[in-house]
């Protein structure tokens, strides 16, 4: 479900431009509005949704749920810290989905500059920098060798 912008509603704080991890929220230079550049790129991650301080930004529903080019209503609830959507269903079911905004405290998350430097051998390891650490597991679990043999 692509994102769209209430253009009343936005007042162009660009919030949901520096959260949006494909890049395609922008900020209209003339009328100092944010909209969506490529809805076809949508990850569906809501991340603007959930940033957005005005509720401007709403999801298109898919077809199978709601008639083509209308929207679903999110809610943002500040006190609450969760974000929630009711899909009405053409089959007369309803379904309400409640997530928190954010998952980890505000600062939790170590910035790169944190991390000591990785050694000259980690550019021969297919593992991200510090990865098995960072999952606080030993090793990450792997697949055996291919053999054409067995297919």
């Given at each position: 479900?692509?994102?769209?912008?209430?253009?009343?509603?936005?007042?162009?704080?660009?919030?949901?431009?520096?959260?949006?991890?494909?890049?395609?929220?922008?900020?209209?230079?003339?009328?100092?509005?944010?909209?969506?550049?490529?809805?076809?790129?949508?990850?569906?991650?809501?991340?603007?949704?959930?940033?957005?301080?005005?509720?401007?930004?709403?999801?298109?529903?898919?077809?199978?749920?709601?008639?083509?080019?209308?929207?679903?209503r999110v809610?943002?609830?500040?006190?609450?810290?969760?974000?929630?959507?009711?899909?009405?269903?053409?089959?007369?079911?309803?379904?309400a989905f409640?997530?928190?905004?954010?998952?980890?405290p505000w600062?939790?998350?170590?910035?790169?500059?944190?991390?000591?430097?990785?050694?000259?051998?980690?550019?021969?390891?297919?593992?991200?920098?510090?990865?098995?650490?960072?999952?606080?597991?030993?090793?990450?679990?792997?697949?055996?060798?291919?053999?054409?043999?067995?297919?």
């Amino acid at each position: 479900m692509p994102t769209f912008t209430y253009m009343t509603r936005c007042d162009g704080c660009g919030q949901c431009v520096d959260i949006c991890p494909s890049d395609i929220m922008h900020i209209d230079p003339v009328y100092r509005r944010s909209y969506n550049i490529e809805p076809n790129f949508c990850w569906e991650c809501y991340s603007c949704v959930k940033a957005c301080p005005q509720h401007a930004i709403d999801v298109r529903g898919y077809a199978d749920f709601a008639p083509l080019g209308h929207s679903v209503r999110v809610l943002r609830e500040e006190a609450a810290n969760t974000i929630s959507w009711k899909i009405r269903y053409r089959d007369g079911r309803v379904k309400a989905f409640t997530f928190p905004i954010r998952t980890t405290p505000w600062g939790s998350i170590k910035p790169p500059s944190a991390y000591e430097a990785p050694g000259a051998d980690a550019m021969d390891s297919p593992l991200l920098a510090h990865e098995p650490a960072a999952l606080m597991v030993a090793t990450l679990p792997s697949l055996p060798p291919f053999d054409p043999k067995r297919g």
